[in-house]
Structure formats: C-alpha cells, structure tokens
C-alpha cells in the first residue's frame, strides 16, 4: 500500500479538550481532505478482502458512513447505514446502549440485509465499544453471517474491544 499505517496516523489531528475538558479528540477530517490519505485508509479497512467476499459494508452514524460507504464501492458491496433512532423511514430494529453521560438507541431497517449475508462493519472509532456492541446486535437480529468489525481507530486504553466478545475485530490505528 501507497500509504502507510504511519501516514494515516500522522493525518490525525489531536484536538485536546473537545469536546470537554480531559478529552483528546481524534479528527479525522485531515485524513477525509487528503485524497491519498483517505484512499489509504479505505485500502486498509478492505485489505483483507477482495471483490466479492463481502455482500454489505455497514456504517455507523455518523463517521462510519464516511468510511463504509468508500469500502462498499472498493469491494463492490452493498451499503446499509445504521442510523440514529427516529432517522430511518421505515420499520426498524433498535438497540440503545448506555454513553458515558446518556444513553443512546440506533437503528437499522427490518429488511436492511437478507440473512446470511457477509457482512464488513465498519466505523470510524472503538472507544468504550457501546456504539458499536449495540450495531451488532443489530446485526445479530438480521442473521447475518458478520466476517469482521474493522475501524480505522482504537482507542484501548477504553477496553472497548472486550465487549465485543469472539467477534473479529480489527483497528488500523491504536492509541
């Protein structure tokens, strides 16, 4: 690959106290202006993969679109967004999960993904792992056959990764 694991992370902005005091915020939208950087990023998320063996490429809201929809068109895929509650129009399966200070309920159409399809999840960021607990629940509901959980960032120091159990799980970017 043209762009390294190193280019990518160099691409990340750290934005300290946003969006509260203590936080360091990753930015990504250096890594979105850069066409070499953002062509990089979606060249690892799809690595593994080639044309075919994946059916649908999930996106979380919001980000995750961002990065799913670039590896649904990269592996010839289907795209399906997992939105918000409230966000889809028609009948949905929802899941809320717990946030550090709130909670929140995403959702994904009842016919979204035919069972047994090979599914790529993809996002932006693992942090605690609420979010992204909560899209494979989801999943789990459609019958879906999920090949692997790939986000371009892991922050580890939140454990998020260890509540996602046996499911395949990789991070370009470790903090």
């Given at each position: 690959?043209?762009?390294?694991?190193?280019?990518?992370?160099?691409?990340?902005?750290?934005?300290?106290?946003?969006?509260?005091?203590?936080?360091?915020?990753?930015?990504?939208?250096?890594?979105?202006?850069?066409?070499?950087?953002?062509?990089?990023?979606?060249?690892?998320?799809?690595?593994?993969?080639?044309?075919?063996?994946?059916?649908?490429?999930?996106?979380?809201?919001?980000?995750?679109?961002?990065?799913?929809?670039?590896?649904?068109?990269?592996?010839?895929a289907g795209f399906v967004p997992v939105r918000k509650q409230g966000k889809l129009p028609y009948d949905t399966h929802e899941e809320s999960y717990d946030l550090e200070y709130g909670s929140n309920t995403l959702a994904i159409h009842t016919d979204a993904i035919a069972k047994g399809s090979r599914t790529l999840l993809v996002d932006?960021?693992?942090?605690?792992?609420?979010?992204?607990?909560?899209?494979?629940?989801?999943?789990?509901?459609?019958?879906?056959?999920?090949?692997?959980?790939?986000?371009?960032?892991?922050?580890?120091?939140?454990?998020?990764?260890?509540?996602?159990?046996?499911?395949?799980?990789?991070?370009?970017?470790?903090?």
């Amino acid at each position: 690959m043209s762009v390294s694991i190193q280019d990518l992370t160099e691409g990340i902005r750290n934005i300290p106290d946003f969006p509260k005091p203590g936080i360091q915020f990753k930015d990504i939208t250096p890594v979105l202006a850069s066409p070499k950087l953002f062509q990089g990023a979606i060249d690892h998320l799809t690595a593994p993969f080639q044309p075919g063996d994946i059916d649908v490429v999930v996106g979380v809201d919001a980000r995750g679109f961002i990065f799913a929809a670039a590896a649904a068109l990269h592996l010839k895929a289907g795209f399906v967004p997992v939105r918000k509650q409230g966000k889809l129009p028609y009948d949905t399966h929802e899941e809320s999960y717990d946030l550090e200070y709130g909670s929140n309920t995403l959702a994904i159409h009842t016919d979204a993904i035919a069972k047994g399809s090979r599914t790529l999840l993809v996002d932006d960021l693992l942090a605690t792992g609420g979010t992204a607990v909560a899209a494979l629940n989801l999943l789990s509901r459609l019958e879906v056959q999920l090949v692997e959980a790939a986000f371009l960032i892991e922050l580890e120091f939140l454990k998020g990764r260890d509540l996602l159990g046996n499911t395949p799980t990789r991070s370009i970017i470790t903090y």
